[in-house]
């Protein structure tokens, strides 16, 4: 009987370990107060701002996030504006996980919320305020469809939600995910394969980069 109450008490341990507990986990006050600095530029919600001058962050897988804060930091990824908020004496690591986990878990809708008679003026304004809607892009949809299946979905997914270290590109704005393919093409930001002039944005044709980026507008369209 208490063995098997022992082994029992194991195994839930030991479940526990394996799902973890993400949300429990996750110091939400601690978060909030660290993600302070950020919102003057990412916005409350890391939603981002200015047309994509300010990325979106939330909702990117965590470890994606870690690793850019890490890349900052290091300056392996070069930005002005994001060097000193992850320079180590204000972000150390235990709290570039936590803002990785914190970020990851605000989910922005894609439609206005529906209100209930209870909701008061500030609980809509705010509700309104994480709808994020990314315009739609010019281009050829059916060849950004094409190309984005065939040399990018193997990483940043199907539905572009990305996962691990690779970014989710969809709910990105446009302009944002123009500027990094440049960056990329011109070898300032390492992409899929580290220095080599070889990976898969390297072989994309001329037009194919406007066709990918307005057929993920399409992309987060189809969710609502
Ligand atoms: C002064 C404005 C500013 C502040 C404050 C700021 N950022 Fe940024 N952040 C930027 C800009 C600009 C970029 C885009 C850089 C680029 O174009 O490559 C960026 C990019 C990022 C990215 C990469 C997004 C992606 O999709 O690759 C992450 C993650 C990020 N910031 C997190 C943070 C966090 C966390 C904080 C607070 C500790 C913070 N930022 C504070 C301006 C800011
Ligand atoms: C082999 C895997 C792989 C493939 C295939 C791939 N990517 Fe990526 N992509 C990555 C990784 C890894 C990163 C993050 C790089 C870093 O750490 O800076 C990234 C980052 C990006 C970003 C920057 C996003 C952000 O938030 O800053 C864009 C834009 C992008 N990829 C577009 C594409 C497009 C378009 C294609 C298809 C033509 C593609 N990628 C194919 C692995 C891949």
């Not at 986990?25 to 994509?52: E, I, N, T």
């Not at 204000?90 to 209930?116: G, H, N, S, W």
């Not at 939600?161 to 446009?174: A, E, I, N, S």
């Amino acid at each position: 009987m208490r063995h098997a109450q022992t082994l029992r008490k194991r195994f839930c341990l030991l479940l526990l370990a394996v799902i973890g507990l993400p949300a429990a986990a996750l110091d939400l006050d601690r978060a909030k107060d660290v993600y302070g600095p950020c919102a003057a530029c990412h916005g409350p919600f890391g939603a981002g701002g200015k047309q994509g001058e300010y990325p979106r962050i939330s909702g990117q897988p965590p470890k994606y996030i870690e690793q850019q804060l890490q890349a900052f930091q290091v300056q392996s990824r070069l930005n002005l504006p994001m060097y000193p908020y992850t320079r180590e004496r204000e972000l150390d690591a235990e709290d570039m996980k936590l803002l990785a986990a914190y970020l990851a878990q605000i989910e922005l809708p894609t439609r206005p919320p529906v209100f209930k008679d209870s909701d008061d003026a500030l609980a809509r304004l705010l509700a309104m305020e994480k709808v994020m809607i990314i315009p739609r892009a010019e281009g050829n949809i059916e060849n950004g469809k094409a190309v984005y299946q065939k040399d990018c979905a193997v990483c940043h997914g199907r539905r572009g939600q990305g996962r691990g270290m690779f970014p989710m590109l969809v709910g990105q704005y446009t302009n944002y995910l123009q500027k990094q393919i440049d960056a990329y093409l011109q070898a300032e930001r390492p992409h899929d394969e580290e220095g080599a002039k070889t990976g898969a944005l390297y072989r994309l044709k001329a037009g194919d980069v406007k066709d990918v980026l307005a057929y993920l507008t399409t992309l987060q369209a189809a969710e609502q």
